[in-house]
């Protein structure tokens, strides 16, 4: 009864450096999303993949890159860390033909860049 | 572009009393999706109810209500006998009926609920 697994569950990082946020799901979505988290601020979308092999920019997608390696996963990476990217990370995952359009998230992912 | 505002950042509520959290959205579509989820400090996103905009009758989910209002784009969230496991931020979220970004959330700000004992 996995769903939706995002690791790590919480990193730090220095200025400059780079990480990837990995995600999977075992519920055969089509669509995943990465959402970031900041403080009085609901969950804005960074990026999205709509199917296995595409992806598309979000609200906020400065700063990061995504690959969507097969169905079941969908990677956020941070190639130059920012303090401004200190967030809390969602993935989610959704197939509206089989979900019922309920879009699921992961437990989320602590980032703190110093 | 789609909108939703929770104009209540904060609210508390005694123990076993009702609360209702407050939640208006902006759309030119017919077709889409409204969700309430709960986020307790594990920072867990839990979805709580859902309501779909083709449907008339408000969703329930146990305590938890809705109140659709569609010509007001209206969506308020009634929680019934209060518990302290209630006491979480809540967030109102708008989704189109189609895949892509178009699918994807579009979250309120959240407001605070506390549940006194």
């Known amino acids: 009864n996995a769903g939706v697994t995002q690791t790590p569950k919480f990193q730090v990082l220095k200025t400059g450096q780079s990480m990837t946020l990995q995600c999977a799901q075992d519920?055969?979505?089509?669509?995943m999303y990465w959402y970031r988290q900041d403080p009085g601020m609901g969950l804005r979308l960074i990026y999205y993949?709509?199917?296995?092999?595409?992806?598309d920019k979000g609200e906020v997608p400065n700063g990061y890159n995504v690959s969507r390696l097969n169905k079941r996963e969908f990677s956020l990476r941070l190639e130059s860390a920012a303090p401004s990217q200190t967030s809390v990370y969602f993935c989610a995952s959704t197939d509206l033909g089989l979900s019922g359009n309920t879009i699921y998230f992961g437990e989320g992912s602590w980032l703190t860049v110093v | 572009a789609q909108t939703v505002t929770q104009s209540q950042p904060e609210m508390s509520v005694q123990e076993a009393e009702t609360v209702t959290l407050s939640c208006t959205y902006d759309t030119s579509e017919n077709n889409y999706y409204l969700f309430w989820y709960k986020q307790p400090p594990s920072r867990q996103m839990i979805l709580v109810i859902r309501q779909e905009a083709y449907k008339q009758q408000n969703a329930t989910e146990n305590r938890f209500s809705v109140n659709f209002q569609k010509a007001a784009k209206s969506f308020s969230l009634k929680i019934s006998d209060s518990q302290l496991g209630d006491t979480a931020m809540y967030f109102c979220?708008?989704?189109?009926?189609?895949?892509?970004?178009?699918?994807?959330?579009?979250f309120g700000k959240g407001t605070k609920l506390s549940v006194k004992p």
């Open positions: 993949s709509a199917s296995e092999g595409t992806t």
């Open positions: 519920m055969n979505h089509n669509s």
């Open positions: 979220a708008f989704r189109m009926n189609y895949g892509g970004s178009q699918g994807n959330l579009i």
